[in-house]
């Protein structure tokens, strides 16, 4: 079979393959389409809600102009009924990708502080949810991060609302926004809180400054897993630590290289990673801003790794084993890749 023809048939084979997300960012994850939708609903925007007009405003061009999109989304956020027609559109497009289950990274700050109750984004992020699973057969789990850019007050605020107003799917704590400048050890006490409140401890480390910061999560914050830790591959130490403790990492690769935490992919540190014998889960992060969804980077990480259809298999089947679920979800969602492994 010449190498395009197999190319292809595992890129069908990713694309119905049952998977797990455990990094991808609400407001991250809206897609022209949903932004057209939200667009409409707010005309005094300067988002354009003509879908075509849209494509052109989201290619990715540089990462100022990932900011400047994710904020004019964020923009568009004003109400509940926003946030709740968000999410729920979002599961849309993950169940599209045979998505089954995600934990997605969501930031209350950033809409609470313009305006929108607290209660009533909880009420629609969990309306969402309820609506995403039984409509979609997607379950949905939230991981309420801090903007660290924001800095002690927001962390204060987060912290509040994961613990006061806890709705029913949240399930971890985080910690988003630039590393640099924003060392993580000043979180501690609202990392303490929400893990007292049985809360698991999920910051992003490692993504643009060195191995420390993958250290600092894990000593100063009790990191459960790393988002990105793409610089973890610089200190063996670290990677065996990772490895023998069972600490995963998200690994996404195209945000990587949209970012410049890497260069080009082939310089991914991801083989590394694997070669240490560390969990390794493969996620989108902020897939239409960089131009991409869960199935691309799947088909990414089978090239970096050389995986057939079954090492890819294998590689959905770490994002259940590092996920959050309960017991016999994970069960299910296993039992499904198998099926479906087996089927090929
Ligand atoms: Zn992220």
Redesign the pocket.
């Known amino acids: 079979m010449p190498d395009s023809a197999a190319a292809g048939g595992l890129d069908t084979f990713i694309a119905g393959l049952p998977k797990a997300e455990l990094?991808v960012?609400h407001v991250g994850s809206a897609s022209p389409r949903i932004v057209a939708e939200l667009a409409a609903r707010h005309r005094d925007s300067a988002v354009p809600a003509d879908p075509e007009a849209l494509a052109d405003y989201f290619s990715f061009r540089d990462f100022a102009h990932f900011i400047q999109v994710y904020l004019s989304v964020v923009d568009l956020i004003r109400d509940a009924e926003d946030v709740r027609l968000l999410t729920f559109e979002v599961a849309r497009d993950m169940a599209r990708q045979n998505v089954r289950y995600a934990e997605l990274?969501v930031t209350p700050y950033s809409s609470t502080r313009r305006g929108i109750p607290d209660r009533e984004f909880m009420a629609a992020i969990e309306d969402a949810r309820k609506a995403a699973e039984a409509e979609l057969g997607v379950t949905l789990r939230w991981c309420f991060d801090i903007p660290g850019e924001a800095g002690l007050a927001s962390a204060e605020e987060t912290a509040r609302m994961a613990v006061d107003l806890r709705p029913d799917g949240l399930v971890s704590f985080g910690l988003?926004g630039p590393e640099i400048g924003v060392p993580r050890p000043q979180f501690k006490p609202y990392f303490d809180r929400a893990r007292a409140a049985g809360l698991h401890s999920v910051p992003?480390a490692g993504e643009t400054t060195g191995p420390e910061t993958v250290w600092d999560a894990l000593r100063e914050l009790g990191a459960e897993r790393i988002?990105?830790g793409t610089s973890a591959a610089g200190d063996p130490r670290l990677l065996e630590h990772l490895a023998e403790h069972r600490i995963p990492l998200e690994v996404?690769p195209t945000?990587n290289i949209a970012t410049r935490a890497v260069a080009t992919l082939d310089e991914h540190p991801i083989r590394q990673m694997v070669a240490a014998g560390v969990l390794v889960t493969v996620n989108s992060?902020?897939p239409p801003m960089f131009g991409t969804d869960l199935n691309t980077e799947y088909a990414v990480a089978a090239r970096l790794l050389e995986l057939d259809h079954r090492g890819v298999a294998a590689l959905a089947k770490n994002a259940v084993e590092a996920s959050f679920l309960d017991a016999p979800g994970k069960a299910r969602i296993t039992a499904e890749i198998d099926a479906y492994t087996a089927a090929w």
């Open positions: 990094h960012h990274t988003g992003h988002g990105h996404c945000s992060d902020d």
